[in-house]
């Protein structure tokens, strides 16, 4: 019956919370491999975990980019009332992805499902140094990472290593030095071992990992069966205070044997 698959459900939830040694996960029925709507189920979470957590003042929230980000910001609905007020910006700047994918996007998406503000930060990917420098000094972009060192909630996506390096282009020797590390995970411009240990890092402004720490809202947004691994690697070293909204094929294979 309906309520005995709730209740497993809510089962594989508890579990996989547990095994994590995170306060929350939601699962969605499905995997989302094999059905895209099953990531519109994880914006329907996302945007009910959003409306319970977020408190009732001026939120700041930075969120990555990404093909399931993209897609589940179109079910956000209005996370608005008289005293919450939610201010939506990118987290990190320029990391190789389409323009419909950017961070720059899924957070103007996001705000504008939700009813709440947005602010792009418009760094190019191939700059000099000296370039960069000098742009870091423009007053709109300092002022947009400002607001993004002030941000109280995050939103992320979870990808797999090479996958990700091979969407983003990066030079082969990159590449190789991710499979020699063995790199199974990446998440925020980071790159992780299967053991959760970072290996590598592409060096972009905005937000670090290490930021991450002391955010009290954390949603990571990820699932698909073939996403399992890289899934396991992120979260096993995750900060605790992380929720993640995944699917019911990447949970089963995360728990598998254990
Ligand atoms: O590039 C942004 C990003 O959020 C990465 O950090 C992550 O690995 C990836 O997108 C996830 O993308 P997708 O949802 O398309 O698998």
């Given amino acids: 019956s309906l309520v005995d698959r709730l209740f497993g459900m809510r089962q594989l939830e508890k579990q996989l919370a547990s095994y994590f040694g995170i306060d929350k996960c939601l699962i969605a029925d499905g995997d989302s491999d094999q059905q ?3 990531i519109s189920s994880f914006g329907r979470l996302l945007n009910e975990a959003l409306d319970a957590k977020l408190p009732e003042k ?3 929230i930075a969120v990555m980019g990404g093909t399931t980000m993209a897609m589940a910001a179109e079910e956000l609905r209005s996370l608005e009332t008289d005293r919450r007020h939610n201010l939506f ?6 990391i190789g992805e389409s323009v419909n994918v950017q961070a720059n ?7 504008m499902k939700s009813h709440g503000d947005y602010r792009s930060l418009f760094v190019p990917e191939q700059l000099s140094s000296t370039t960069y420098d000098s742009l870091l ?7 947009v990472l400002n607001l993004i060192g002030q941000a109280n909630c995050v939103i992320h996506g979870i990808g797999r290593a090479l996958h990700m390096a091979a969407r983003r ?7 190789l030095m991710l499979k020699q590390k063995h790199a199974v995970a990446e998440s925020f411009g980071y790159f992780f071992n299967e053991q959760g240990e970072i290996i590598y890092k592409i060096p972009r402004i905005g937000l670090q990992l290490k930021d991450i720490q002391h955010i009290p809202y954390v949603f990571a947004v990820a699932g698909g069966r073939g996403k399992a ?4 690697a992120y979260m096993q070293n995750a900060p605790k205070q992380t929720w993640l909204i995944t ?3 990447a949970a089963n294979e995360i728990l598998k044997g254990v």
């Fill in 169 to 175: 282009k990066m030079p082969e020797t990159d590449i």
């Fill in 229 to 232: 691994k890289a899934i396991r």
């Fill in 247 to 249: 699917d019911e094929a």
């Fill in 137 to 143: 000094q423009e007053p709109s972009i300092k002022e």
């Fill in 58 to 60: 001026s939120n700041i």
């Fill in 105 to 111: 996007s899924v957070s103007a998406v996001m705000a």
């Fill in 36 to 38: 895209r709507k099953v």
């Fill in 89 to 94: 910006v990118p987290a990190r700047g320029g």
